[in-house]
């Protein structure tokens, strides 16, 4: 992937600061209030009923909760499949039984497949993918933390496979800033509803 031009990183450096900002000043029982109404809408769209194999992300820091989601999708007897932090930027998509044993903290402290009992899933066989994010916009664009993991790992995945993105409202913005290489996201969830993008 081609480096960004220096305007373009720091405007999304700044825009990410600004958002991420707003994400943090939301108090723990607003947090876990708005995440409970993302995940029941999670749960209503027929994209995740559907699906039989899902990939979701389990939540970091102030990030939207997911780890109920992650549990109801095993409940629901769905093949759950969660991101691990390879070298190069590279997102290994871990199959999870369960969540106890087979998570541990990986880089940076989130919570991944252990590396030593990893059953790597086929990126062809995923249905649904849940997408973390700092910014969105209603266009569908979307901000990361700036290391464009998922970015290259969309480029995986059968062509139509919807990507849902889950945030709260404060992390929606009129417009974000984009490069060529930055992919775009289905729909978009927030506590307020869903929004389809294109």
């Keep these: 992937m081609p ?9 999304k450096r700044q825009v990410r600061k600004l958002v991420l900002g707003r994400r943090a000043a939301l108090g723990a029982e607003e947090r876990l209030r708005k995440s409970s109404e993302i995940t029941a809408k999670i749960l209503s769209m027929p994209e995740y009923q559907k699906a039989q194999t899902v990939m979701l992300f389990l939540n970091f820091r102030d990030e939207v909760e997911t780890t109920a989601l992650a549990q109801e999708s095993l409940t629901l007897k769905k093949k759950l499949v969660l991101p691990r932090s390879g070298k190069q930027g590279i997102l290994i998509p871990g199959v999870i039984k369960d969540l106890e044993k087979d998570i541990e903290p990986g880089m ?3 919570r991944e497949p252990k590396k030593d009992t990893l059953v790597e899933a086929d990126p062809a ?5 849940l997408v973390p994010g700092a910014a ?3 266009n569908g664009n979307r901000l990361g933390y700036g290391a464009g993991y998922y970015d290259r790992f969309f480029k995986r995945l059968r062509p139509g496979v919807p990507r849902i993105a889950i945030a709260f409202a404060c992390q929606i913005l009129p417009e974000i800033p984009v490069g060529e290489h930055d992919q775009k996201i289905t729909a978009l969830v927030t506590e ?3 929004h389809y993008c294109q």
């Design 108 to 110: 940076w402290g989130i």
């Design 136 to 138: 969105f916009d209603m």
């Design 3 to 11: 480096a960004l031009s220096a305007p373009l990183m720091d405007e």
């Design 192 to 194: 307020n509803g869903i």
């Design 125 to 129: 066989e995923i249905d649904f993918v």
